[in-house]
Nanobody
Framework: QVQLVESGGGLVQAGGSLRLSCAASGSIFNLNTMAWYRQAPGKQRELVATITTSGFTSFADSVKGRFTISRDNAKNTVYLQMNSLKPEDTAVYYC???????WGQGTQVTVSL
């Protein structure tokens, strides 16, 4: 059974930071590149960052230099450290494999001016 539980979202002022966490079931975590996605109101879900099982990372141009992705293979957990947040980062953030399986509930991130 695939389980993805995202946490760590919240309301933050522009320029602030948040760290998102995602606990994933072993069936999805162990063999897959993991990723963070986001969906802003009225927009399609987009890929934000990926990390391979070996730790290689990639980022969307919109978050490069501000976000980092990491994974703890012992804990089946993937993280997204978000710094220098902007109002346009406001969205529901989801973690999943890349390509994705069944989606979790996501965690809301709201960045105010």
């Amino acid at each position: 059974q695939v389980q993805l539980v995202e946490s760590g979202g919240g309301l933050v002022q522009a320029g602030g930071s948040l760290r998102l966490s995602c606990a994933a079931s072993g069936s999805i975590f162990n063999l897959n590149t993991m990723a963070w996605y986001r969906q802003a109101p009225g927009k399609q879900r987009e890929l934000v960052a990926t990390i391979t099982t070996s730790g290689f990372t990639s980022f969307a141009d919109s978050v490069k230099g501000r976000f980092t992705i990491s994974r703890d293979n012992a804990k089946n957990t993937v993280y997204l450290q978000m710094n220098s947040l902007k109002p346009e980062d406001t969205a529901v953030y989801y973690c999943n494999a890349y390509p994705p399986y069944t989606w979790g509930q996501g965690t809301q991130v709201t960045v105010s001016l």
